[in-house]
């Protein structure tokens, strides 16, 4: 039952991806590949005054990834730096199975954790979150954006 309920969410999200699309420049431009199953992420964000102004993604994979994606864009936008690092543990850490998550403020990345028991399904709903690892870095050390 409620594994049905995280599937829907995570097609939802997968047939309407939030936050699809590239931004203009000036941005910050991060890829991710998880060899594994193919998926590809490629987030772009606009950082101002430490806060995540703009976030968006485009690339391709499975359903789980570009879900996981597009849920990501829409949780971060308007996260200061530290929140946003914040929620990637948390994430990372729910998808692993290591907590239950705290379902009133991670909304539908809840249905992410769907995935625990099927390891290689991990790296694909990790994936957009580990690249927004490194986007941010790019962001803290300011260097190059594109
Ligand atoms: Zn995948």
């Known amino acids: 039952m409620l594994d049905e309920l995280y599937q829907d969410i995570i ?7 939030r936050g699809r699309g590239e931004l203009e420049p000036p ?3 991060q890829e991710g590949f ?6 590809e992420v490629i987030l772009d964000l606009r ?15 499975c359903s789980i990834s570009q879900a996981s994606a597009s849920m990501m864009t829409e949780a971060v936008k308007g996260k200061t730096l ?12 729910l998808v692993k199975g290591e ?4 379902i009133v403020t991670l909304g539908d990345i809840v249905a992410l954790a769907g995935v625990r028991n099927f390891p ?3 790296k694909c709903a990790t994936l957009a979150w580990h690249t ?8 803290e050390t300011g260097s190059p954006t594109v």
């Open 27 to 29: 941005k910050i431009t």
């Open 99 to 102: 907590t239950e998550g705290d």
């Open 47 to 61: 950082v101002q005054d430490g806060r995540i102004q703009e976030v968006r993604f485009h690339g391709r994979g």
């Open 132 to 139: 927004l690892e490194e986007a941010l870095k790019q962001a």
């Open 11 to 17: 097609l939802d999200h997968y047939r309407h991806p």
């Open 34 to 39: 998880n060899p594994s199953c193919g998926d």
């Open 120 to 122: 290689v399904r991990v």
């Open 82 to 93: 530290e929140e946003a690092r914040a929620l990637i543990q948390q994430v990372l850490a």
